[in-house]
């Protein structure tokens, strides 16, 4: 049975409906917490996935061989016969050669005109990395 109270003071059933009043609204509240709950559970799933599969792909790539660098293409002799004889003079040779030297060890004649031919097929062999210049004016072939 409700009393009626008297002055500033709740009847019980006035309390009572404001205890249900805020009872929805904590209802509500628990509900769209749980809604965030349910949302960042997802999210924190997700992020724990994506580090599992950066853990996996690290441990993979660190157990994978070195790499080794592609090898440089063979460098192409040109076809023509000095060069044959050139390579075969380095072949012999034991130290850098000067073009006169060349030219003396192919029993070309040792005239300004050979020496200049025969250097500048020396240059062409070292810009397509046949033979190395050590120093100006001095040939071999690189050491591996």
């Known amino acids: 049975m409700a009393r009626r109270m008297t002055g500033g003071e709740l009847t019980l059933g006035a309390v009572l409906v404001r205890l249900e009043e805020r009872e929805r609204e904590i209802a509500v509240q628990a509900e769209t917490a749980q809604e965030k709950i349910a949302e960042l559970t997802a999210l924190l799933d997700g992020l724990e996935k994506a580090i599992g599969e950066i853990r996996i792909t690290r441990k993979t790539l660190l157990e994978l061989p070195d790499p080794r660098p592609p090898a440089p293409p063979a460098a192409k002799l040109p076809d023509h016969p000095a060069y044959q004889q050139i390579m075969a003079v380095f072949a012999a040779a034991d ?14 004649e040792i005239a300004p005109n050979n020496v200049n031919n025969v250097r500048l097929k020396l240059k062409r062999l070292v810009e397509r990395g046949i033979l190395v210049e050590t120093e100006q004016g001095w040939f071999t072939r690189p050491r591996p």
Do not use: G, N
């Open 95 to 108: 130290a850098p050669l000067r073009a006169r030297a060349v030219c003396e060890a192919m029993d070309v």
